[in-house]
Structure formats: structure tokens, C-alpha cells
């Protein structure tokens, strides 16, 4: 089966600690997306990647980091500088053009001990 | 600023009945606009996408929607509501040169049997 995989499906998180959230795609997508979904705020994209070891802060980036060394695996990691991190995590992928839509993953809900 | 407008927090339709979800959106350029559907706990899937052409767009599950250029708006209809159709709905643009997607704030539809 084709698609995305996000893991864990729910993480909890220490004060002070950061924690480490999977992404993994096998639809031979060039770009990946991170969003941030909080109850009536839709979803916020935190960083997007178009292609393996390059990546852009979308507009909530600060307290989050990003790599993309592999095409299919775009890790997010949700830092101690992130002191509101309570949300739910969605990681998306597309084939790079305008008329390309989304691919999710299932989500991952992200809670603070 | 480019950006996506959902007026709507909840809409509650009767079975059967026709429904509406509303958007409307601000871009500069040709607009790129697509329709979400979340299931609780779960992701967000494609329902349907305007690119150009034909103002009418026939999507997944029954469902349309209406791009309107002078209105700049882009809702979406079912002609026969279903319970099962109760969900969150995102309208979303693309924006092209920096292949950002930006999102509404969703709107909850609840049909009652």
C-alpha cells in the first residue's frame, strides 16, 4: 500500500525535553509538509521541504526543526524552545507542482506531562 | 497576503437536504484552490481541486464546488446531504512560487438524521 506513515499515533512530552516525531513516505514524493492543527486555528504549516537536504521555516517554525536526508523520511522534531507543543501533528506529501494535491498521514497528538 | 477565509464554524443540514460550505479566498495570480475533508483522529483527504476551466468541479463522494472569480470564493455543495458526510471540512490555495499550501480554519459539518 502506497502512502505516508506518521508515528507514534500519541507522544508525550516532558518539560525540558525534546521529542522526535516519524514521517515516512513511499509515494516517490519530492515534497514534504509539516502542519500544526489546533482546535479552530486550521492547520499552520510549520516547515515544508521540495527536495532531500533542503528545507523552508513556514510560518510557525520557531521551536521546531527539520531534516531531509532521505526523499521518504522528513523527521520533525518539537524542541524545549516550544512551550505550547499541545497539538495534533500532521505530516503531508505531494508531487511539486500547483496542481498537486496533499497526501496525510494519520496524525500524531503530541501532549505535554 | 494570500490567504484562505472559512466563515462558517459549524454547519448543521438535515439529511437529505442540500449543503453549503463556504470559502473564500485572496490570492495574487491565478488561484489554485482545493477542498479537504478530516474524519476525527485521522488526516485530511482530497475531495477536490479548481486549476482552471469549467467554474463547476465535480470531487469525491458526491460532493462539487463553485469557483466564483469576481466573488472570490470557492464553495462547497452536495445536493443530498448524508449523516455520514459530518466531518471537518478545509478549503485550501496553493501558492504558486513558493509551493505553500495555506489552509482555512475549517468548518464542521454535522448533518442530523
Known amino acids: 500500500d502506497g502512502g505516508i506513515t506518521q508515528s507514534p499515533k500519541y507522544l508525550f512530552r516532558k518539560e525540558g525535553q525534546n521529542v522526535t516525531l516519524s514521517c515516512e513516505q513511499n509515494l516517490n514524493h519530492d515534497a514534504m509538509y509539516w502542519y500544526r492543527q489546533d482546535p479552530g486555528q486550521g492547520l499552520r504549516l510549520i516547515y515544508y521541504s521540495q527536495i532531500v537536504n533542503d528545507f523552508q521555516k513556514g510560518d510557525i517554525a520557531e521551536g521546531y526543526s527539520v531534516s531531509r536526508e532521505k526523499k521518504e523520511s522528513f523527521p520533525l522534531t518539537v524542541t524545549s524552545a516550544q512551550k505550547n507543543p499541545t497539538a495534533f501533528y500532521l505530516c503531508?506529501?505531494?508531487?511539486?507542482?500547483?496542481?498537486?494535491?496533499?497526501?496525510f498521514g494519520s496524525g500524531t497528538q503530541l501532549s505535554v506531562l | 497576503a494570500q490567504s484562505v477565509a472559512q466563515p462558517e464554524d459549524q454547519v448543521n443540514v438535515a439529511e437529505g437536504n442540500p449543503l453549503t460550505v463556504k470559502c473564500t479566498y485572496s490570492?495574487?495570480?491565478?488561484?489554485?484552490l482545493f477542498w479537504y475533508v478530516q474524519y476525527p483522529n485521522r488526516g485530511l483527504q482530497f475531495l477536490l481541486k479548481?486549476?482552471?476551466?469549467?467554474?463547476l468541479v465535480k470531487g469525491s463522494y458526491g460532493f462539487e464546488a463553485e469557483f466564483n472569480k469576481s466573488q472570490t470564493s470557492f464553495h462547497l455543495k452536495k445536493p443530498s446531504a448524508l449523516v455520514s458526510d459530518s466531518a471537518l471540512y478545509f478549503c485550501a490555495v496553493f501558492t504558486s512560487g513558493t509551493y505553500k499550501y495555506i489552509f482555512g480554519t475549517g468548518t464542521r459539518l454535522k448533518v442530523l438524521a
Open positions: 479548481y486549476i482552471t476551466g469549467d467554474n
Open positions: 503531508a506529501s505531494s508531487i511539486l507542482g500547483h496542481e498537486e494535491k496533499l497526501f
Open positions: 490570492v495574487s495570480g491565478n488561484p489554485y
